[in-house]
């Protein structure tokens, strides 16, 4: 490719991105799914913007998966795999084994032989890493119990590649007739019976670890100390392309050598610095490589056999989301995190296209068979964005709300002044301040297994929604004289703030807000005090960078605590004025201008001396001062 068409290729490839993503996203489909879109549209079969040459863009873009897989593996210390252990060897072994064996049956039964179809069996069982993750993340989810276990099983199937590249050549039929025009990298092992490959393997791995633990510390220990950023980077690009040449010259996949060598450096004190310096890499070449699967998905091949591409993608969704519900349900999770377990992992996977391609390399898989499974794995993870879509708003809403019976209320035999909404880290702080002085409070809260475990740390926690009338009734509400509102959930605070202000009107509401914008729609509810989530550890973080500056402790926290009167003055101003855009920005600002002037005539006004006999010993230390 000349450098004119490189770039001319590469604008049509980010044009395609800018477009497509903003587009896909808007309307709910996730940035996977634009960027596979993007591909289609500039395929051959699309626009035809890019033709041929998209088979090297893949091999270029395929990097991003080798830095994912990178950035992934420095994720896991030790302690998150050993918090893991049950859903990386329980749930991720079962599921390769299931879905392995599952689709290599249906593969003997369609006459395949069973070498091919064992092989094309734990070659489907993988999901793609990039998808899933790419898209919990988007959603929120990644760290739900549903996507934790989504991370173990994708984790699991990354390290079984390991095995699966070993096993493949000893799955071979006959040794496969390599073309003078292949490339280099796989003539270190070609030419080696099917055990010394596999020694090969192992041995290239032990190498990736060993160097990992005693060169590449100590190398990038002496680079940090030059200081210059940019060495760090080269170095950091240096390690992963590496690692990539060294896999791919005894044959291997570079993805899973990053993966190992990410492994290793998990503890590393540069661990930052390298996810910092990798990132920006990893997300461009990512996006390319989604566009690159796009383009390169063979409709003529599909067009020319419907019913057995067809049959192909919906066979090895609906084996895979059968076996992935089966082992969620026996691990005991609930079904709404066990649907999105399912149909999240449902897909084929990026290591697919690598595994297929060194099965027809190593004659374990006819070039026709793999031809059809690579497009049917493209159409699957094109396919899964629509299937998360249709297990979030369709299967969800109508399977998931009975999941299981709600449990009771309890009822509460109690009548005191105070009653609090919500039990969390945020309403537990007020509580046990209360309780502390000497104030009594009836506490509700909405999630079950909170409630059960703060009443064996000894608390006196009744269960149920406060967001319902008749037990905001049972609980005392009438006779309260203050109602706390510290609900995690933004939609139940707001939901609970209009209960009470509806039918209990004599108790005054102090409601948590997490930030602005709830706190103006609870004002609007009739919240009589709003409390946000960061305005206090925020004010607490100035007045301390105030006094490790030098200003003494007392101006400091006058200084914060004017500063809290005009912001919440603010706040209750601006809350009127926020659907008025122009009204509201030109508000926003003169307030901003007062409060700085305001803030600073207060300093200039106070005289030192006179404020040094308000700053008393235990102020100081209070505040961080000496």
């Given at each position: 490719?000349?450098?004119?068409?490189?770039?001319?290729?590469?604008?049509?490839?980010?044009?395609?991105?800018?477009?497509?993503?903003?587009?896909?996203?808007?309307?709910?489909?996730?940035?996977?799914?634009?960027?596979?879109?993007?591909?289609?549209?500039?395929?051959?079969?699309?626009?035809?913007?890019?033709?041929?040459?998209?088979?090297?863009?893949?091999?270029?873009?395929?990097?991003?998966?080798?830095?994912?897989?990178?950035?992934?593996?420095?994720?896991?210390?030790?302690?998150?795999?050993?918090?893991?252990?049950?859903?990386?060897?329980?749930?991720?072994?079962?599921?390769?084994?299931?879905?392995?064996?599952?689709?290599?049956?249906?593969?003997?039964?369609?006459?395949?032989?069973?070498?091919?179809?064992?092989?094309?069996?734990?070659?489907?069982?993988?999901?793609?890493?990039?998808?899933?993750?790419?898209?919990?993340?988007?959603?929120?989810?990644?760290?739900?119990?549903?996507?934790?276990?989504?991370?173990?099983?994708?984790?699991?199937?990354?390290?079984?590649?390991?095995?699966?590249?070993?096993?493949?050549?000893?799955?071979?039929?006959?040794?496969?007739?390599?073309?003078?025009?292949?490339?280099?990298?796989?003539?270190?092992?070609?030419?080696?019976?099917?055990?010394?490959?596999?020694?090969?393997?192992?041995?290239?791995?032990?190498?990736?670890?060993?160097?990992?633990?005693?060169?590449?510390?100590?190398?990038?220990?002496?680079?940090?100390?030059?200081?210059?950023?940019?060495?760090?980077?080269?170095?950091?690009?240096?390690?992963?392309?590496?690692?990539?040449?060294?896999?791919?010259?005894?044959?291997?996949?570079?993805?899973?050598?990053?993966?190992?060598?990410?492994?290793?450096?998990?503890?590393?004190?540069?661990?930052?610095?390298?996810?910092?310096?990798?990132?920006?890499?990893?997300?461009?070449?990512?996006?390319?490589?989604?566009?690159?699967?796009?383009?390169?998905?063979?409709?003529?091949?599909?067009?020319?056999?419907?019913?057995?591409?067809?049959?192909?993608?919906?066979?090895?969704?609906?084996?895979?989301?059968?076996?992935?519900?089966?082992?969620?349900?026996?691990?005991?999770?609930?079904?709404?995190?066990?649907?999105?377990?399912?149909?999240?992992?449902?897909?084929?996977?990026?290591?697919?296209?690598?595994?297929?391609?060194?099965?027809?390399?190593?004659?374990?898989?006819?070039?026709?068979?793999?031809?059809?499974?690579?497009?049917?794995?493209?159409?699957?993870?094109?396919?899964?964005?629509?299937?998360?879509?249709?297990?979030?708003?369709?299967?969800?809403?109508?399977?998931?709300?009975?999941?299981?019976?709600?449990?009771?209320?309890?009822?509460?035999?109690?009548?005191?002044?105070?009653?609090?909404?919500?039990?969390g880290g945020f309403g537990s702080v007020v509580g046990r301040?209360?309780?502390?002085?000497?104030?009594?409070?009836?506490?509700?809260?909405?999630?079950?297994?909170?409630?059960?475990?703060?009443?064996?740390?000894?608390?006196?926690?009744?269960?149920?929604?406060?967001?319902?009338?008749d037990l905001l009734h049972a609980a005392g509400a009438a006779?309260?004289?203050?109602?706390?509102?510290?609900?995690?959930?933004?939609?139940?605070?707001?939901?609970?703030?209009?209960?009470?202000?509806?039918?209990?009107?004599?108790?005054?509401?102090?409601?948590?807000?997490?930030?602005?914008?709830?706190?103006?729609?609870?004002?609007?509810?009739?919240?009589?005090?709003?409390?946000?989530?960061?305005?206090?550890?925020?004010?607490?973080?100035?007045?301390?960078?105030?006094?490790?500056?030098?200003?003494?402790?007392?101006?400091?926290?006058?200084?914060?605590?004017?500063?809290?009167?005009?912001?919440?003055?603010?706040?209750?101003?601006?809350?009127?004025?926020?659907?008025?855009?122009?009204?509201?920005?030109?508000?926003?600002?003169?307030?901003?201008?007062?409060?700085?002037?305001?803030?600073?005539?207060?300093?200039?006004?106070?005289?030192?001396?006179?404020?040094?006999?308000?700053?008393?010993?235990?102020?100081?230390?209070?505040?961080?001062?000496?």
């Amino acid at each position: 490719m000349h450098g004119q068409d490189f770039f001319l290729q590469a604008f049509v490839y980010l044009a395609a991105a800018v477009v497509a993503v903003p587009v896909a996203r808007r309307f709910g489909l996730g940035s996977v799914l634009g960027y596979l879109l993007a591909g289609v549209a500039i395929g051959p079969y699309g626009l035809r913007l890019v033709g041929a040459e998209g088979q090297d863009v893949m091999h270029f873009a395929e990097f991003g998966v080798v830095m994912m897989l990178f950035l992934v593996g420095l994720e896991l210390e030790p302690s998150l795999l050993w918090r893991l252990r049950g859903p990386l060897f329980g749930m991720g072994g079962l599921q390769v084994a299931g879905t392995g064996a599952a689709l290599g049956a249906a593969g003997i039964a369609l006459g395949l032989p069973w070498t091919q179809a064992l092989a094309a069996g734990l070659i489907l069982s993988l999901s793609s890493t990039a998808i899933v993750l790419q898209s919990l993340g988007e959603k929120g989810l990644l760290r739900s119990d549903g996507g934790q276990r989504s991370f173990a099983v994708l984790l699991f199937q990354d390290l079984a590649v390991i095995p699966m590249l070993a096993l493949l050549p000893l799955l071979a039929a006959g040794r496969a007739a390599h073309g003078a025009g292949e490339a280099h990298a796989t003539r270190w092992v070609e030419d080696l019976a099917p055990w010394a490959q596999t020694g090969v393997v192992l041995g290239a791995v032990a190498a990736i670890v060993l160097a990992g633990q005693f060169v590449v510390r100590p190398a990038f220990r002496a680079i940090a100390r030059t200081g210059l950023r940019e060495l760090f980077t080269a170095a950091a690009l240096l390690l992963v392309i590496g690692i990539a040449l060294l896999m791919s010259l005894v044959g291997l996949s570079p993805a899973l050598g990053t993966f190992l060598a990410g492994v290793v450096l998990a503890n590393s004190e540069y661990r930052h610095e390298l996810e910092s310096d990798i990132e920006p890499f990893k997300g461009l070449l990512l996006g390319v490589f989604f566009i690159a699967v796009g383009a390169s998905i063979d409709f003529a091949l599909v067009a020319a056999r419907p019913g057995e591409v067809a049959g192909v993608v919906l066979g090895l969704v609906a084996v895979k989301g059968a076996v992935l519900f089966a082992i969620g349900r026996l691990f005991r999770m609930s079904l709404d995190h066990n649907l999105m377990f399912a149909f999240a992992l449902a897909q084929g996977g990026e290591f697919c296209f690598v595994l297929l391609s060194f099965a027809v390399q190593g004659g374990v898989l006819p070039a026709g068979l793999a031809g059809l499974l690579v497009a049917s794995v493209a159409l699957s993870m094109a396919l899964t964005p629509f299937l998360m879509l249709f297990e979030e708003r369709v299967l969800r809403p109508r399977l998931g709300t009975r999941a299981a019976p709600a449990r009771e209320a309890d009822a509460v035999h109690e009548r005191n002044p105070v009653l609090i909404a919500g039990f969390g880290g945020f309403g537990s702080v007020v509580g046990r301040l209360l309780a502390a002085n000497g104030v009594r409070a009836t506490v509700l809260e909405a999630d079950a297994d909170h409630v059960e475990v703060l009443r064996r740390l000894g608390l006196r926690v009744f269960y149920g929604d406060a967001s319902r009338h008749d037990l905001l009734h049972a609980a005392g509400a009438a006779e309260a004289r203050l109602v706390v509102v510290a609900a995690g959930d933004s939609a139940r605070t707001l939901d609970i703030v209009r209960t009470v202000r509806r039918h209990f009107p004599q108790a005054r509401v102090l409601a948590r807000a997490h930030g602005r914008s709830e706190a103006y729609e609870l004002l609007d509810a009739g919240a009589h005090e709003v409390y946000r989530d960061t305005l206090d550890t925020a004010l607490r973080l100035g007045c301390d960078a105030l006094r490790h500056l030098g200003r003494r402790a007392f101006p400091a926290h006058r200084s914060a605590q004017a500063f809290r009167r005009r912001d919440e003055e603010s706040v209750r101003a601006l809350a009127a004025l926020r659907h008025d855009r122009a009204a509201y920005l030109g508000e926003a600002r003169r307030r901003i201008r007062d409060l700085e002037d305001a803030l600073r005539a207060d300093l200039e006004s106070h005289d030192d001396a006179r404020d040094a006999g308000w700053d008393p010993e235990s102020l100081r230390r209070e505040h961080g001062g000496g």
